[in-house]
């Protein structure tokens, strides 16, 4: 499965952006699909998760209660809503896909990845 990943930006704190991350290949659905961030000059960071289903997601604690993911299987397109944004929001957000029945935050049971979408939160 291939992943692009859009809808990064410029914005205030407070602000709200929808990120997207649009799969091309077979079997779309029978992936989970998490997010995961990184800020200039520090380690890749987990984000959010969700499993194939769309029945189970897991937030970082620094998001929890602010983003959402959520998952379109028609459009084979998994969303995250930003709210709130802070300035410590500010990333390189990648998506990425991994086909295990268990959802995992760990950066290196994901099988394939989307270039990145840069998303700035100015004070």
């Known amino acids: 499965v291939q992943l692009q990943a859009s809808g990064g930006g410029l914005v205030q704190a407070g602000d709200s952006l929808r990120l997207s991350c649009a799969a091309s290949g077979r079997a779309f659905s029978t992936y989970a699909i998490a997010w995961f961030r990184q800020a200039p000059g520090k380690e890749l960071e987990f984000v959010s998760v969700?499993?194939?289903?769309?029945?189970?997601?897991y937030y970082a604690d620094s998001v929890k209660g602010r983003f959402t993911i959520s998952r379109d299987d028609a459009r084979s397109t998994v969303y995250l809503q930003m709210n709130s944004l802070k300035p410590e929001d500010t990333a390189v957000y990648s998506c990425?896909?991994?086909?295990?029945?268990?959802?995992?935050?760990?950066?290196?049971?994901?099988?394939?990845w989307g270039q990145g979408t840069l998303v700035t939160v100015s004070s």
């Open positions: 990425a896909a991994e086909a295990l029945v268990i959802v995992t935050t760990n950066p290196t049971d994901y099988d394939y």
């Open positions: 969700i499993n194939w289903s769309g029945e189970h997601t």
